[in-house]
């Protein structure tokens, strides 16, 4: 099945994001170069800084001032669910402009980390232009 849609994602020249496993995710790579899929384009929700696929990381995860400092590509995002027996297992989508501003606020990420991680990864990932004013 994972097979399939990484064609069809090379097929329609579109990003694919999974939801796989913990882990890098090492084997995605040659399925995505198999298809004709660039592995950046393969974006690995909830991943560790150690995936070769494009890293979506959970806001708030430690390390991500080092990671922004190193000039590594990657997006945040939140792992939203609305299950009221679950309160706080995740973290809203709100989160993630919140915790990038405070961050900084706190001078631990510059803007330029902010666009590269809001903005330009984001461009690359998904083939989408982001124009701000």
């Given at each position: 099945m994972l097979a399939h849609a990484i064609s069809l994602a090379a097929e329609c020249s579109c990003a694919l994001q999974i939801h796989a496993e913990s882990g890098s995710c090492e084997d995605v790579v040659g399925m995505a170069r198999s298809a004709g899929l660039p592995p950046e384009r393969v974006v690995k929700h909830y991943a560790t800084p150690d995936t070769p696929l494009h890293p979506s990381f959970i806001a708030k995860i430690e390390g991500i001032p080092e990671m922004a400092r190193q000039g590594r590509r990657f997006t945040l995002?939140?792992?939203?669910?609305?299950?009221?027996?679950?309160?706080?297992?995740?973290?809203?989508?709100?989160?993630?402009?919140?915790?990038?501003?405070?961050?900084?606020?706190?001078?631990?990420?510059?803007?330029?980390d902010c666009f590269r991680i809001h903005a330009d990864t984001v461009q690359r990932a998904y083939g989408v232009e982001i124009h701000l004013p």
């Open positions: 995002e939140s792992d939203y669910m609305d299950e009221n027996s679950r309160p706080g297992a995740v973290i809203g989508p709100k989160s993630v402009p919140r915790y990038t501003k405070k961050l900084l606020e706190d001078g631990l990420i510059t803007q330029d």
